[in-house]
């Protein structure tokens, strides 16, 4: 059974086109209107294709592992929230 981070992040990456970069990820989750929660999962990814939904959620699996220096210093100015 699909946990509620997965179930959360696959309902807002459907449609995204694969394989994809990291930016386009990122880019397709604000588009949707993605939570403050997905947003910063997904701007922790490192910076790879993704050639499936599945790539991803393994991705961001990975930086929740990371502590949380390490997942920041790879936003690399993906976005930005307002202020």
């Known amino acids: 059974m699909a946990s509620a981070d997965e179930t959360r992040l696959r309902q807002v ?11 386009q ?5 604000e588009t949707y209107g993605a939570d403050a929660t997905t947003k910063t999962e997904l ?6 294709p993704y050639r499936c939904v599945g790539d991803v959620l393994t991705g961001v699996a990975g930086t929740r592992r990371r502590p949380p220096a390490a ?3 790879e936003l690399g100015g993906a976005w930005r929230e307002a202020s």
């Open 43 to 48: 701007a922790g990814l490192p910076l790879a």
């Open 13 to 23: 990456l459907e449609g995204l086109r694969y394989p994809a970069q990291k930016w």
């Open 25 to 29: 990820i990122v880019t397709w989750a």
């Open 71 to 73: 997942a920041s210093d």
